[in-house]
DNA sequence: GCGAGTTGTCTTCCACGGAAGACAACTTAT
DNA sequence: ATAAGTTGTCTTCCGTGGAAGACAACTCGC
C-alpha cells in the first residue's frame, strides 16, 4: 500500500533536485491529498440521496442560515466560493429534486431568492448528522488537543494565504 | 472580508442545530477549504507555461522518478490519483506540447510509456524550482516546530483515512 | 499452440464548474 | 423622466475528469 505516496515523493525529489528544499510538500502536498481522500470518504450519504458533494453545499448553506432558509443566488455563490454560473446549474439539479424553490427577489426583481423546501429541510438535517458523524470519525485519530493544535495551524495557513501577501505576486492591499 | 468562513459556519451550526458537535468542522472544513485556495494560489507559474494543474503533475511525476523520465501510463495514473482515462487525455495534451513523447513499452505491447522529452525536463525543473518557492511563501508564517507538528498531525490524519476504518462503512480488510 | 480469463490503455459519454457574454432591473445624475 | 452605468442572474461554450466498455496483448493450464 502507499501508505506514505507523500514522504516517497519527497524522497523522490531529495534525490534528483537535491538543491531544493522539498519539505514544503510534507504539509501542503499531504493537505491536497487530503482533501482529495476527504471528499471520497465523506461521499457516500449523499451519494445515497443522489447528491454531488456541490449540491449539498447548497442545502447546508440554506440550512445553517436559519428561518426562512433562504439565500439569494449571490449570496449562495460567496458561501460556496463558486461562480453564479455553477450555482444557478446546483440550485436547477436541487428544483428538479424538490429539495429548494426558485423566486424573484421582493426587494429586488433581479435577484433570486433559493429557499429549502420542507423535504429540503428535512434531507439536510439528516444528512448533515451522519455527515458530522463521519467527520468525528475521520478525526477519532486525534486527540483533543491535537485537535485545537491542528485548528490553530490550519487557521494560520489560512491566514497567510488569504492575507494575499504570500508570494512573489505582492497582494493587493487597497489601502 | 470572509476571514473566518470556517468559524462563521460552526456558528451557524451552533445556533441551528444545538444537538451536534459542528467542530469537526474546524479541522476538515478547513482543510477542503485551503485545497481550494492552494490550488489557485499555487496556480500562476502553471498557466503561466499554459499547463493545468493536472497536467504538471504528469510531468514531475516523470521528473522525479529520475532517469530516464519513464513511467507507464498505469503507473502515472497510481501516482496521480486519477484513472487511466484522465492520464490519456493529460498525456495527449502534453504530447501536442512537445513536452512528453508516448511509444509502446518493450516489455509488454499493451503498455504505453510516457517519457519526458528535454524540453520537458528543462520545463519542469525551473516550474518545480518555483513552484517549491511559492509553497515555502505560503508556509512562512509557521516555526520549525509549527510545521513538524502539522505533519505529524496531517500524517495520522491520513492514517486513520486511508486505514479504511474510520466510519460505518465498516473496512474492507482482506485478511 | 490454443482458448479462457486477465490486464493495460484508450475511447465514448456524461457530469460538473469556470469564463465571458446576454439580459433585465437597479441606481444615479441631470 | 431619461440616459448611462452598474449589478444580479442566467446562458453558452469549453475544459477537465470519472465510469464503463472496447480492444489488443498478456498469462496460464492443458
Redesign the interface.
Known sequence: ??????AD?VG??G???PD?????????G??????????E??R?PFAAADLGNGDFDVLAAL????EPYTLTAGQLS??M?VTTGAVTKRVDRLIARGLVSRSVSAADARGRVVGLTSTGVALT?RL???H???????????TDS??R???R??????????SGD????GGDHDG
Request: glycine share 4%; aromatic share 2%.
Open positions: 500500500m502507499d501508505d506514505d505516496r507523500i515523493i523522490q525529489w534525490r534528483e533536485r531544493l528544499d522539498p519539505s514544503p510538500l510534507l504539509i501542503i499531504r493537505i491536497q491529498q487530503l482533501a482529495a481522500v476527504l471528499d470518504a465523506l457516500p440550512r445553517r442560515e436559519g460567496q458561501r466560493l438535517d448533515i448528522e451522519e458530522l458523524a463521519n467527520e468525528a470519525a475521520i478525526l477519532r485519530g486525534l491535537d485537535r493544535t491542528l485548528e495551524l490550519l487557521a494560520a495557513m489560512n491566514r497567510t494565504l488569504t504570500f508570494g512573489p505576486e
